[in-house]
């Protein structure tokens, strides 16, 4: 017992001695940032400008705010830097301003998989629209379906004919839906899609009119091949 006790002071001692003779010692831990209270959050700040963009996305090097954010509207990212600088952020922003490209027209059923949204029913103006897509499996095989970080995108047009809303290009999410399990002639759910009935920011809400989506699936892969359709347009009304 009392050679064990002499060999743990011994390696005490010479780590201790190494550790000055390194002229390095372990800096002392950094304290937690102090971060403002008293700032407006992103979306107070775009909703008092008000300017059209909506935030898909961010990332944050410190634990008090982000300082890159990703999103699509119509507001140049020059522009909402500048804004938020104001706000006390110094933040980078990156901007899809331009709507995806014309979709193919839709088609009939696909085979072996197809797709079809669910009608929507009238909506209130600024309502969080949630758009429910279908899957069916006309096999008599099991089909594990695998999606894409963009495998479901949209356009909105009003009555002229002209886009209102767009999902984007940006990086909407860090992480792909998992693989699921389409069983033999059943349905299954895609991945559910959110779409806010506004101008890109909460304070703008859409007109009261008729609007139409348009959804084009592309990059879902299954065990005996992929999907990629426009699916058949869905129009529907905003209410007062």
Known sequence: MTRLRSLMVWLMLNAGWAAAQSGNPAPPPLPPPVCDSTLPSFNEVLARVPVEFEIFSSRTASSCYPDELYGSGTVGADELQRLLRRAGYDVRVIVNTAPPKVFPPASGPTWPVSAEVEAIVPQ?????????????????????????????????????????????????????????????????????????????????????????????????????????????????????
């Open 124 to 240: 209130k103006p600024g309502a969080r629209l949630k758009i429910d897509v279908k899957l069916r499996n006309w096999t008599v095989f099991n089909q594990e379906l695998s999606w894409g970080l963009r495998s479901l995108n949209y356009i909105l047009l009003n009555e002229r004919g002209e886009v209102v809303n767009w999902s984007g290009d940006g990086p909407r999410t860090l992480l792909a839906p998992p693989p699921a399990l389409c069983p033999a002639f059943q349905t299954c759910d895609a991945p559910a899609i959110y779409l806010s009935l506004n101008h890109f920011n909460p304070a703008l809400h859409l007109e009261p009119g008729r609007y139409t989506l348009r959804l084009r699936i592309e990059g879902v892969s299954f065990d005996s091949g992929t999907l990629a359709v426009t699916l058949p347009d869905q129009h529907f009304g905003i209410v007062p």
